[in-house]
């Protein structure tokens, strides 16, 4: 059985434990819990003929006071990395992410969610910014963890470009 390290990052309260928790456990919470370090899960998925064991690595929020420990990383096949469509900073904090991450650990499959799509009224995400991250050629999805929109595709289509 193939077995893949993914990192769920992001900035704090984007949604990372809530897109694990409805992936793994089809559950939902509003009830918001700070991740402290790392929490680990795991699930095993079929990829066309193939079993693939996954290992969730829901890392805690980067912040201003808190910086992400890059060894969490050694060792991923992957990344999700997470904004918040609500809030724009999230947005601009994934974009410093992608551009660290690939200077701490090279170029890794990763796959760009914008989270919370339930709110999408209340987006803060603009034309301009869409436009500049449609440059970057990036896999760009967005998902609501509540209603469950998007998240199934996140994780499959991360694990296709892990797998090649």
Known sequence: MIQKKICMLGSFAV??????????ES?????????????????????????VTLVLWDIYGE????????SYLRGASGYLLVADGTRRATIKKA????????????????????NK???????????????????MNWAILRSSAKTGEGVEE???????????
């Open 15 to 24: 949604g990372k434990t809530s897109l694990v928790r409805r992936f793994v």
């Open 117 to 135: 799509s339930d709110l999408v009224q209340e987006w803060e995400l603009d034309p301009a910014m869409e436009a500049q991250i449609a440059t």
């Open 63 to 70: 912040d201003d006071f808190q910086k992400i420990r890059w």
């Open 154 to 164: 996140a994780f499959f289509r991360l694990t296709r470009k892990m797998l090649g």
């Open 27 to 51: 559950i939902y919470s509003d009830t918001y819990l700070t991740t402290v370090g790392v929490k680990i899960d795991k699930k095993v998925v079929t990829v066309g003929v193939r079993e």
């Open 95 to 114: 974009l410093e992410l992608e551009q660290k991450t690939r200077e701490e650990i090279g170029p890794i499959p990763f796959v760009f969610v914008v």
